[in-house]
Nanobody, 126 residues
């Protein structure tokens, strides 16, 4: 059973930074990609970016140049470094492990079997 636990959320002023962590366990051969997603109140969940086990990354256009995804050497922890935060970045942030990830239409997505964490709240005030 794949389990994902996010941490690191909080409140920050516009222009500030936060680093989210996602610790995973129970990975299988089908979990090749780790992604970050977010969902603001009243909006659909959207992709933020992803990282493959070979460290290939891709980002949604809305966060490119501000957010960076990395992973630990053991590939069981994924990080989301968020800089130059804006009020529109306010959302619940979720970590996901999936069979594959891809970029389409300015955003990123998971594919195949997808496992989700419980989320961590990020609030950016102006």
């Amino acid at each position: 059973q794949v389990q994902l636990v996010e941490s690191g959320g909080g409140s920050v002023q516009s222009g500030g930074s936060l680093r989210l962590s996602c610790v995973g366990s129970g990975f299988t051969a089908s979990t090749n990609c780790m992604g970050w997603f977010r969902q603001a109140p009243g909006k659909e969940r959207e992709g933020v970016g992803y990282i493959y086990r070979d460290d290939t990354t891709r980002y949604a256009d809305s966060v490119k140049g501000r957010f960076t995804i990395s992973q630990g050497n053991a590939k069981d922890t994924v990080y989301l470094q968020m800089n130059s935060l804006k009020p529109e970045d306010t959302a619940m942030y979720y970590c996901a492990a999936s069979t594959a990830c891809y970029y389409s239409g300015n955003s990123t997505y998971g594919a195949g079997r997808i496992y989700w964490g419980q989320g961590t709240q990020v609030t950016v005030s102006s």
